[in-house]
C-alpha cells in the first residue's frame, strides 16, 4: 500500500460462504478453498484513512457489485439539535454570464455544524441567493431555491448545482449565496460572494471543435457507453505510432477497462479490499495488470514513466479535479495524453435526481455532474487542452495534452 497515513482494523464483519460464492461467480475466480481462504481475509479488515472522502470511497466493494449486505460499512449519525455552521468551500460560477439565462453552476457545501442539514421536511435547508448592483441596491428578483439532493450529516460535505438567473440588465452585479431553512426559522450570513458582469455579448468557453451528439432519451446503457469509451481510447493510443510500453488507469477498481493491452498495466484505486479482488482475478490469466493502492493527487510514480493515463467515469469524484489531472499528465511521457471517458456532463436538480445516486451520496460518496463549461474550467485550471471532446448524451469522453510551449519572440 502506498497511501500516506492510512490504517487498518478488524471490520467486525463476518462474509458469509454465500457471499464468498456469489463474489467468486462475479469475478470469475475459481472456486477452491485457497481462493475462498484469501476472501475471507480480504473482507476481515477494512482501511481508514485521514482524509474523510478517501475512507468514503474505501471498504465499497460488495456495494459496486450489487450486494446489499447490513453491518458492512457504517452509517452516519443524524442530529437535529446543536449548532448550524456551513460554509460553501469551493465555487464554479463564472466571472460573466449572460443576462436573464437560468444556469447551473457547481458549489462545494460542508455542513461545519452539529446538526444534519435535511433535504425535506418542514426545516429543509436550501441554496438561495440575493443579486445587488454596483451601487448596493438589491436587486428585484426572485431568486431561484436550490434544494439539497440528500441530508448533510456533521462532518460531511456534497457537490451541488446552484441554480442561478443573473438578472436581465446587463451591468456589474455582486450575487451572495446563503443557506436557509423552509420554516424560516435560520438564515446564515453570506457564505459567498461573487463579482459578476452580466453582458449580451456572452459566449460559452466551450471550444467549437467539441462535438455533441444528441442521444435518445432512455437509450443510454453503461456496458456500451464503456466499451465505446474503448474503442476512443485505442483510437487515441494507435496515433502515438509507437508501441505501447506502460498504461496507468485510475478508478479502474478491480476490472480495469485496460486489461486487454499488449503491455504492463498499472491499475491504481484507493479501495484496497477491491484491489486485492482484482488481484487474485488477474494473478492467473493477465499478469500484465499490476494493481496498486495510491492517491490520484500524490501518485508514487516518477515523472513521464507512462504513455498514458486513463480514467473511465472516475474523474467526477474527486474534490479538485483540476489538480488530479494535473498529477497525471506529470506521469505520462511528453508526447503522452490523459483520457478521461464516460464522464457523466450536465447538471440536475434534487427533485429529480435518481436512487442510485441518491444512495452514493447519503454512503459519502463523492457523486457530482459537471457541465460543459465547467470541464473547460478544470482544463484550464490543470493548465491542459483537450485536443479531442465528444459530448454524447449524458456521456463525457475526452483526450487531454499539455498546452503547447509558447513561440519564443
Known sequence: MLIEGMESEASGFSISEDLI????????????????AQIRDIFARNFRLTDLFLTAENNFYLQRIGLKVEGYRAQADV??????????????????????????????????????LHCQGASAAFLTYRLVD??????????????????????????????????????????EVRLELADGSWSSAPLLSVELDVRPDWSSSV????????????TYDYQIDHEIGRVFLKEEMALLGRPLERVLEIGGCCNP???DLPCPVVSA???????????????????????????????????????CAVMFATLHHFLDPAAC????????????????????????????????FKADLEQGINEQIFTPEEYGQIFARAGIQATRA????????????????????
Not at 446543536?82 to 457545501?109: D, F, K, Q, Y
Not at 486485492?276 to 508514487?300: C, I, K, M, W
Open 257 to 259: 477497462m485496460t486489461w
Open 21 to 36: 460464492s456469489q463474489v467468486l461467480r462475479q469475478e470469475m475466480i475459481a472456486d477452491e478453498e485457497s481462493n475462498r
Open 134 to 175: 454596483a451601487n448596493g441596491q438589491e436587486v428585484a428578483v426572485e431568486a431561484e431555491k436550490t434544494s439539497l439532493p440528500v441530508d448533510i450529516p456533521s462532518g460531511r460535505g456534497i457537490t451541488v448545482p446552484l441554480w442561478l438567473q443573473p438578472p436581465a440588465q446587463p451591468g456589474l452585479y455582486t450575487v
Open 325 to 356: 489531472l494535473k498529477e497525471l499528465m506529470r506521469t505520462v511521457r511528453q508526447d503522452g495524453f490523459v483520457a478521461i471517458l464516460c464522464e457523466p456532463i450536465g447538471s440536475y436538480r434534487a427533485e429529480g435526481l435518481s436512487n442510485e
Open 390 to 409: 465528444v459530448i454524447d448524451g449524458g456521456s463525457f469522453k475526452a483526450i487531454l495534452r499539455r498546452l503547447p510551449e509558447p513561440v519564443p519572440p
Open 207 to 218: 471550444p467549437a471543435h467539441w462535438l455533441n451528439l444528441h442521444r435518445l432519451p432512455g
Open 269 to 307: 484505486d484507493i479501495d484496497v479490499q477491491t484491489l486485492q479482488v482484482g488481484a487474485l482475478r488477474f494473478s492467473t490469466y493477465r499478469p500484465n495488470v499490476e494493481f496498486v493502492a495510491a492517491d490520484a493527487h500524490r501518485l508514487p510514480f516518477a515523472d513521464g514513466v507512462f504513455d
Open 79 to 116: 442530529l437535529d439539535h446543536g449548532s448550524l455552521v456551513c460554509e460553501l468551500a469551493s465555487h464554479m460560477i463564472p466571472r460573466t454570464l449572460p443576462p436573464s439565462e437560468l444556469r447551473s453552476w457547481n458549489v462545494r457545501l460542508n455542513n461545519l455544524g452539529q446538526r444534519t
